[in-house]
């Protein structure tokens, strides 16, 4: 049990970084609308339907979430979470942002999850420390020399907080100088890993060869059990590395089965049938995701302080899940998927603004 004092500081600066969430959500819907043209019509199906579900818990959202989230069937859904309420109050709720940065270091998976294949670990940085794949201790020049001897293509990137793509760099084998790699690990200074660039299934690979294209599932520990909300699959744009759609590429929902469902959504917030190769997404079967599926329901079992969680993966040549990362702030995947909580939502409201059975779990 935390001091008061702790307790209260700890309080108040999670506060200021849900107002913030908040304000930055709401700012990102108003810009979205306007790429959307207004989105989907909704006055009436607003006040008859959205207002009266959302009475019961307290709350009053924003017409324009549903203008946002109705716009790909055209009908409105009280079920959808506007953004400002998840990622300011629903997510926070359920996971413990004081224990965040440190759980999702990069450089702690094989830690976390020691029986789970990940890209391999060249060297990486921990609070200024140098580590070998080992976990041995090593110096600078030590970790340098590692590098230039390792006979795969590789890429840095920071271990803690580098969300859609930011700042990872890949070096290709031969092709780049030590001076290169010396400027671009002090640049990052401290906290990163270097690991070798996955080679992914050829399925994923005819989707874009040039980025290494992940699936995205968010699970939820709620009840005791684990439920997978939603998985979407992100496929990158023609020549570049990263897969996200804010750099040009596409998101496409899954199936519980694996198939991709007809309609992709693209930067523009276009739905659309087909990649920029012109890979319809419905005749894709995503490989090995009844696998991902399966670590991912045993894994979380472990992470109680986090019940909302992304994860990544992807699937190598020979149909291995391979882990990336975890997220325990993730995207609701409602633009490409639909309600987050779908059955459950009404549940979920209830214990987050009536019951609040959790009130003590971040004492």
């Excluded at 640049?187 to 299934?201: F, P």
């Excluded at 750099?247 to 309609?263: H, S, T, V, W, Y």
């Excluded at 975890?326 to 009404?346: A, R």
Aim: glycine share 6%.
């Amino acid at each position: 049990m935390r001091s008061g004092y702790r307790k209260a500081l700890d309080d108040f600066t999670s506060g200021i970084e849900n107002l913030f969430r908040k304000y930055k959500y709401r700012k990102k819907a108003k810009i979205r609308l306007k790429r959307m043209k207004g989105g989907h019509h909704c006055d009436e199906e607003y006040k008859k339907i959205v207002l009266p579900y959302w009475e019961k818990f307290g709350k009053k959202p924003k017409k324009y979430w549903y203008n946002i989230f109705s716009d790909r069937e055209g009908k409105v859904n009280p079920r959808y979470i506007p953004d400002d309420y998840y990622y300011g109050e629903i997510v926070p709720y359920y996971s413990n942002p004081q224990f965040r940065r440190y759980a999702e270091d990069k450089c702690l998976h094989d830690v976390l999850f020691p029986n789970i294949r990940r890209p391999e670990t060249v060297v990486k940085n921990i609070a200024g420390v140098f580590y070998d794949a080992n976990m041995n201790i090593i110096d600078k020049e030590k970790a340098i020399e590692i590098c230039l001897s390792y006979n795969k293509n590789f890429l840095i990137k920071p271990s803690i907080d580098s969300g859609e793509g930011r700042l990872i760099h890949f070096f290709e084998k031969d092709k780049y100088s030590k001076e290169e790699l010396v400027s671009y690990m002090d640049s990052l200074k401290a906290n990163y890993i270097i690991q070798e660039e996955v080679k992914q299934h050829d399925v994923l690979n005819r989707l874009n060869e040039s980025s290494i294209n992940t699936i995205r599932v968010v699970s939820f520990l709620f009840e005791n059990q684990i439920h997978i909300l939603s998985s979407i699959l992100r496929i990158g744009a023609e020549g570049n590395k990263i897969d996200n759609v804010g750099a040009g590429g596409f998101a496409c929902p899954i199936n519980n089965d694996g198939n991709l469902r007809e309609k992709g959504v693209n930067r523009r917030a276009e739905w659309v049938r087909e990649n920029n190769h012109g890979i319809k997404f419905i005749d894709i079967k995503v490989p090995s995701y009844d696998r991902i599926l399966e670590i991912i329901k045993k894994e979380h079992k472990k992470l109680a302080h986090f019940k909302i969680i992304g994860w990544d993966f992807t699937v190598s040549k020979e149909g291995e899940p391979i882990f990336i990362e975890f997220n325990s702030c993730p995207g609701s995947n409602q633009i490409t998927f639909g309600p987050t909580f779908g059955d459950l939502t009404e549940k979920v409201l209830t214990d987050v603004y009536l019951n609040k059975n959790l009130k003590y779990a971040q004492n």
